[in-house]
């Protein structure tokens, strides 16, 4: 398949408490903030095929995945589907450049904002969603593409991981940054 790991192998595995949890919430909240911030239309992507817009609206529709406000049909994950989530959710390994959607066709959807700024604000508002919504709805679950059911802790962990990766794209944020920094 498309999908894999940074430097396959042997990861660290993340702490499984709600302290790691509160330490990824703070580190997204603080990245978002950050990374919107710098990341102008000129922005080039160092790898991929999406320009700056095209990533935050993406950012944008993960979120509203995640809290159902976009209803995706049930998914019976592969063997390695789980594989790959087991690694991607559970260790503090990084997705790789390059990596597809697994129902990808390598074309680019058409913009749903006017301007980059607009989708900005529009993903800082899915990210207080995303937020609201577990607060109360802490048992909730929704359905990712390849993953199939995933609760709040996991939803948490795979946007830290997308939005590193994306960043990564843009050069907002280093190649090294990597969870292993956040929990020490």
């Known amino acids: 398949m498309g999908y894999s790991l940074e ?7 993340i702490p499984k408490q709600a302290n790691s949890d509160m330490k990824t919430n703070d580190f997204i909240q603080e990245t978002l903030a950050e990374g919107l911030d710098r990341l102008t239309v000129d922005h080039k992507a160092l ?9 935050v609206e993406h950012l944008i529709l993960t ?3 995640s809290v159902g406000r976009i209803a995706y049909p049930e998914v019976n994950p592969t063997a390695e589907a789980l594989l790959f989530k087991q690694r991607l959710l559970y260790t503090d390994a990084e997705m790789r450049r390059g990596i597809k959607h697994p129902h990808s066709n ?6 749903r904002f006017e ?8 993903l800082g508002k899915a990210w207080e969603e995303f937020k609201n919504y577990y607060s109360t709805n802490p048992t909730a679950q929704h359905t990712h593409p390849l993953f199939g059911h995933l609760n709040h802790s996991e939803w948490l962990r795979f946007h830290d991981k997308h939005i590193r990766h994306h960043f990564r794209q843009f050069g907002l944020i280093k190649e090294s940054t990597s969870i292993k920094k956040q929990s020490s």
Request: charged share 20%.
């Open 106 to 111: 390598d074309t680019l959807p058409a913009l």
């Open 115 to 122: 301007h980059l700024e607009q989708a900005k604000a529009a």
């Open 47 to 55: 790898f991929g095929l999406m320009g700056p817009q095209h990533m």
């Open 63 to 65: 979120f509203k995945l």
């Open 7 to 13: 430097a396959e192998g042997s990861h660290r595995e």
